[in-house]
């Protein structure tokens, strides 16, 4: 499976960026996608994940409100819509899947990131 994630930039406190992951591969069998954020000299956080089937999400406390995942199947595409942002949502986002399930643990296939940059 290839992840190839996009959409990042610059913003502005209070904008908005939406992020998509078009996968592509071997992609039966899929059974979760995800989004992972990791600052500069922070660990790894799980920001949000969603089942293909649409049936299951995941958000994280600290972007609840203002992020929504989704995903097309048809297009084997996920998207991060990111609304209100914030400095501290300032990071290197990577998507990622899972054949297993939609926790954090479970995620297989990475992307290569895409750098978010919220300025105050």
């Known amino acids: 499976v290839q992840l190839q994630a996009s959409g990042g930039g610059l913003v502005q406190a209070g904008g908005s960026l939406r992020l998509s992951c078009a996968a592509s591969?071997?992609?039966?069998?899929?059974?979760?996608m995800g989004w992972f954020r990791q600052a500069s000299g922070k660990e790894r956080e799980f920001v949000a994940g969603?089942?293909?089937?649409?049936?299951?999400?995941y958000v994280a406390d600290s972007v609840k409100g203002r992020f929504t995942i989704s995903r097309d199947n048809a297009k084997n595409t996920g998207y991060l819509q990111m609304n209100s942002l914030k400095p501290e949502d300032t990071g290197v986002y990577y998507c990622?899947?899972?054949?297993?399930?939609?926790?954090?643990?479970?995620?297989?296939?990475w992307g290569q990131g895409t750098q978010v940059t919220v300025s105050s």
């Open positions: 990622a899947t899972s054949r297993k399930g939609l926790w954090a643990p479970d995620y297989e296939y």
């Open positions: 591969g071997r992609t039966s069998g899929t059974y979760a």
């Open positions: 969603i089942t293909l089937s649409g049936g299951s999400t």
